[in-house]
T-cell receptor, first 114, second 111 residues
């Protein structure tokens, strides 16, 4: 298995632009998580889906952030409009409900908003 | 509010010694506690999981203890090697609800 696949690996954009991050979970996993990691705040859970349905989005910082999971093999995290304080590494993770919530992470997308 | 602390931001030890990392939490009743390793430029990788009713878990050179009374987990790496240098994160899980990561401890094993 290729593991969790995220794209792009790096994104540099200007303030005000729309940014879309993509994630393909491990096949057969039915939960998907989006995290943001910064030096100041560590690894924060933004939102998670179970069977493509958003279950908890309380970590989404504000309305500029949105996430979708149109099918079991694809999810997006969108920031519109982006701001410099959104600069961080964004991780996607998936898990199998039979695995005691062990999370399998992608390599992350490093976002820089100038 | 829930809070997770890991003993220090960085820990330096000599090769061959045992590294001990601490994870303390408050205002949480986890069913599971997990430890992950993160290398620079990569996502966290799962290492070990321990249940609330387990005291100790081992895997090769790794050992995890879990004390729900003290609200603390200790993570040990015996016979440490430079290849063990990484950031180690603890994570609390209550049956999929409120999955929370600690801030991490950056371990450096010096040759």
């Amino acid at each position: 298995d290729a593991g969790v696949i995220q794209s792009p690996r790096h994104e540099v954009t200007e303030m005000g632009q729309e940014v879309t991050l993509r994630c393909k979970p491990i096949s057969g996993h039915n939960s998907l998580f989006w995290y943001r990691q910064t030096m100041m705040r560590g690894l924060e859970l933004l939102i998670y889906f179970n069977n493509n349905v958003p279950i908890d989005d309380s970590g989404m910082p504000e309305d500029r952030f949105s996430a979708k999971m149109p099918n079991a093999s694809f999810s997006t995290l969108k920031i519109q409009p982006s701001e410099p304080r959104d600069s961080a590494v964004y991780f996607c993770a998936s898990n199998n409900p039979g695995s005691k919530n062990i999370q399998y992470f992608g390599a992350g997308t490093r976002l820089s908003v100038l | 509010s829930q809070k997770i602390e890991q003993n220090s931001e960085a820990l330096n030890i000599q090769e061959g010694k045992t590294a001990t990392l601490t994870c303390n939490y408050t205002n949480y009743s986890p069913a599971y506690l997990q430890w992950y390793r993160q290398d620079p430029g990569r996502g966290p990788v799962f290492l070990l999981l321990i249940r609330e009713n387990e005291k100790e878990k081992r895997k090769e050179r790794l050992k995890v203890t879990f004390d729900t009374t003290l609200k603390q987990s200790l993570f040990h790496i015996t016979a440490s090697q430079p290849a063990d240098s990484a950031t180690y994160l603890c994570a609390l899980d209550n049956y999929g609800q409120n999955f929370v990561f600690g801030p991490g401890t950056r371990l450096s094993v010096l040759p």
